[in-house]
């Protein structure tokens, strides 16, 4: 098709009921604004990810982005103050004979706001070294009122054998110490929409996810774990990262970019009630998903059962358990042997 053609929109009357419709000139999705009655039309396609422009919404003069909210002029197409810089490709619109005619060559280049690309995207290459294993805790707790915790107990144990079995580096991660936000659920509007980096990793340099993204993408061979049992699931801050590591597993189903490769998951599940096995079969499904490998016996748990509510003694048996702390020693020996051969591949 040629790019300086004028295309036929539609009728004015009918084009006026609504204040962002799509326009499609050959391949080239346009956003027609309609406001008081004033046409503008800028590109359909969003800088950051070609969010669907004209199915966002406005705000004064901005259409905003459904998909993370970017907004740009209706009529200049520069993104708002401060990232004016920004902007979308601009096209002429005109009215004839009742109609609204838009002109399917922008009349200035999209231009983007400059800034490093995130130190998340880049490669995923192993660095050289011993092998690394990652403890993440999920256990919900108060900072003012710290507690004894069974499954940081047996985590703390898997991490200090690791290191002196196999000489590792390892790494422990508290989630409670984290701030970062819950999951936008991007992914439920457009599969497109959940990005990697995530998008709120993307839009906020405070957001500390990226250091449990830095250590199950980049740094661990092995990533071990640990919950307690709430209510028969696994912790609402486990959830609460769970979520927000869809970003990685989409990125399979996207692209067939696979940003786990070669690494081991295990898991350490402790509640004083019950439902372990149940717990480890949904970690086991979501950590397989992600992309890791599991090794024989990949998790470890301990529940006195549904009917043992004293969990002061809960808390003194798992203290006191040299049985429990094998447990945790047997799981890094699955674990790293699993890595190690991963490794020589
Ligand atoms: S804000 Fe438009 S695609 Fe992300």
Not at 30 to 40: D, P, R, T, Y
Request: a positive charge.
């Amino acid at each position: 098709m040629k790019s300086d053609i004028w295309i036929d929109a539609g009728t004015v009357k009918s084009l006026k009921k609504q204040r962002l419709s799509e326009i499609m000139a050959g391949n080239t999705r346009i956003a027609l604004i309609c406001k008081n009655g004033e046409f503008s039309a800028v590109s359909g396609e969003c800088n950051h990810e070609k969010g669907p422009m004209a199915q966002g919404r406005m705000e004064g003069d901005y259409i905003v982005c459904p998909w993370h909210g970017w907004k740009y002029h209706r009529e200049t197409g520069h993104a708002m103050p401060p990232f004016e810089i920004a902007c979308l490709p601009r096209h002429e619109v005109h009215q004839k004979d009742g109609h609204i005619f838009i002109k399917s060559k922008p009349s200035n280049k999209r231009a983007h706001f400059p800034h490093p690309a995130h130190s998340l995207s880049r490669d995923v290459k192993r660095a050289k070294g011993p092998i690394r294993v990652a403890g993440i805790s999920t256990t919900p707790m108060s900072k003012s009122l710290p507690r004894y915790s069974t499954s940081e107990d047996l985590l703390n144990s898997a991490l200090a054998h690791a290191h002196s079995k196999f000489g590792a580096q390892t790494r422990l991660i508290k989630l409670r110490e984290l701030k970062f936000s819950h999951c936008g659920g991007f992914y439920s509007i457009d599969e497109k929409a959940c990005t990697w980096p995530c998008t709120f990793t993307q839009m906020d340099e405070k957001d500390q996810l990226t250091e449990v993204y830095e250590a199950l993408v980049f740094w661990a061979d092995v990533v071990i774990i640990a919950t307690p049992i709430r209510w028969g699931n696994a912790s609402s801050l486990y959830y609460k990262m769970a979520e927000r590591l869809n970003c990685i597993e989409n990125q399979i189903l996207l692209s067939g970019k696979k940003l786990i490769k070669d690494k081991v998951a295990s898991f350490i599940i402790t509640g004083g009630q019950d439902n372990v096995q149940s717990v480890a079969g949904l970690m086991m499904m979501f950590f397989g998903e992600l992309g890791f490998q599991l090794p024989q016996q990949s998790f470890i748990g301990h529940s006195r059962g549904w009917a043992a509510e004293d969990m002061a003694n809960n808390a003194a048996l798992v203290k006191s358990s040299g049985r429990l702390k094998k447990d945790a020693r047997d799981l890094v020996d699955r674990a790293v042997d699993t890595a190690r051969e991963l490794l020589k591949r």
